[in-house]
């Protein structure tokens, strides 16, 4: 079995990023510019949005961040979002999610630039990933493309199982497996709520990517020896012997599971690092496509 390490695949590629831009910076040219808004005081984003600025710090980005209290209105959002359309200082931008109730997430998203869409969820961008344009990739299934390219991991003419079909992982996930690419060229079946024989179908597959959001949801018995497993699942479970009293659990059921697979990826350590690490990749390359360069 071995561990699929996102710490130290993440920290290499920010590493050749930090590169490129000293050399970009060294030349005369400014170094990228990354904003992120954030809405209200959600645990999990404001950690998900620091370790952001802090990726930035590492790959010599300019990052800025913009708070709005819970009770913003949706006319108000949407007026920044304009404002950082037209700024030309401004390579990217995303807007934390999840937003509160009184906020259409589907309007803030259609909103944003798509030459500014560095989390790749606007429609043109999804447009173009789904016929292989080129575009801006949605963060987290780019980072397990990246992940796979890596460990060179064979998924040609192999089976991958996504479970979950969310526009954020699910959905782009399988359309990225399934491209002519390397990594890439696999037969993709997409499990959800509605599918009546999930395990059977897991047990069938070479690659199996859970984004359900379901803690210990893969067990042992719906997974083939030498099978890879690729865990997005960050769910806060309740430990009374962290300080913090929870810890992260994965869709993966990881000490029952890693045993028979040939790949595995950890929960905390494994996709998430290489989900903002995406974001640093988007970003460096919106810079290059931005046509103001002082």
């Known amino acids: 079995m071995t561990l699929i390490d996102g710490k130290k695949t993440a920290t290499d590629i920010k590493k050749n990023i930090a590169e490129e831009v000293r050399q970009m910076v060294a030349e005369g040219n400014r170094a990228p510019h990354l904003v992120a808004i954030l809405v209200g005081h959600d645990g ?61 997430e589907e309007l803030i998203t259609q909103a944003i630039d798509p030459s500014k869409d560095v989390d790749g969820f606007h429609p043109v961008n999804v447009g173009r990933m789904s016929i292989g344009l080129d575009c801006f990739l949605p963060a987290t299934p780019a980072g397990i493309m990246e992940l796979l390219k890596y460990y060179d991991i064979p998924t040609k003419g192999k089976h991958a199982v996504v479970l979950g079909r969310s526009n954020i992982v699910g959905k782009p ?6 491209q002519k690419s390397n990594p890439g060229n696999c ?19 070479d690659i199996i990517v859970a984004a359900l959001g379901q803690p210990g949801f ?10 890879t497993i690729i865990d997005v699942g960050t769910t806060r479970v309740p430990d009374a012997t962290r300080a913090r009293g929870w810890r992260l659990r994965g869709d993966v059921d990881f000490d029952n599971v890693a045993e028979l697979c040939e790949y595995i990826t950890p929960v905390p350590g494994g996709v998430g690092p290489m989900t903002i690490c995406s974001l640093m990749i988007n970003t460096l390359k919106a810079r290059k496509q931005n046509p103001y360069k002082s």
Not at 65 to 80: A, G, K, N, Q, S
Not at 173 to 178: D, F, K, P, Q, R
């Open 173 to 178: 996930m399988a359309a990225l497996l399934m």
């Open 44 to 104: 999990g984003s404001e950690t998900y949005v620091a370790n952001k600025v802090k990726a930035c710090e590492e790959c010599g980005f300019k990052s800025t961040l913009i708070r709005f209290e819970d009770d913003v209105t949706e006319e108000r959002l949407l007026e920044e979002i304009h404002r950082l359309n037209e700024d030309d200082t401004v390579d990217g931008f995303i807007v934390q999610l999840p937003l509160p109730r009184h906020i259409n």
């Open 187 to 205: 037969t993709v079946t997409v499990c959800h709520s509605a599918t009546p024989n999930i395990k059977e179908i897991c047990r069938e597959a």
């Open 218 to 227: 893969v067990t042992a018995d719906m997974v083939k020896p030498g099978a």
